[in-house]
């Protein structure tokens, strides 16, 4: 059992920034492909980013390209998603994830193991 623990959400002005981080109690997030998925209230939860577990592949959603960026600090044992110039319409919960496989996917479904969820509100 894997336990994931979501942090940085809170709120930010249109167009400003948030970190949000990805943590693993007592299991090292190197060792899993993780993903960031977010739900808006009354829509379906959708892709953010992923990486793979060593770091050598990454995936975004075509609306965050070029603003968001997944990392992972193996120092902290964190996987980090860095959200510029953020928008009101993604104004939502804020999930990771993590799978056994290697490929960073797009599919919640591949995903065995998800945090609670941290809330990003951006206004306008």
């Known amino acids: 059992q894997v336990q994931l623990v979501e942090s940085g959400g809170g709120l930010v002005q249109a167009g400003g920034s948030l970190r949000l981080s990805c943590a693993a109690s007592g299991r090292t997030m190197s060792t899993y492909t993780t993903g960031w998925f977010r739900q808006a209230p009354g829509k379906e939860r959708e892709f953010v980013a992923a990486?793979?577990?060593?770091?050598?592949?990454?995936a975004y959603a075509d609306s965050v390209k070029g603003r968001f960026t997944i990392s992972r600090d193996n120092a902290k044992n964190t996987v980090n998603l860095q959200m510029n110039s953020l928008k009101p319409e993604e104004t939502a919960v804020y999930y990771c994830?993590?799978?056994?496989?290697?490929?960073?996917?797009?599919?919640?479904?591949?995903?065995?193991?998800w945090g609670q969820g941290t809330q990003v509100t951006v206004s306008s």
């Open positions: 994830a993590t799978r056994g496989g290697s490929a960073p996917t797009m599919f919640s479904a591949h995903y065995d193991y």
């Open positions: 990486i793979s577990w060593n770091a050598d592949r990454t």
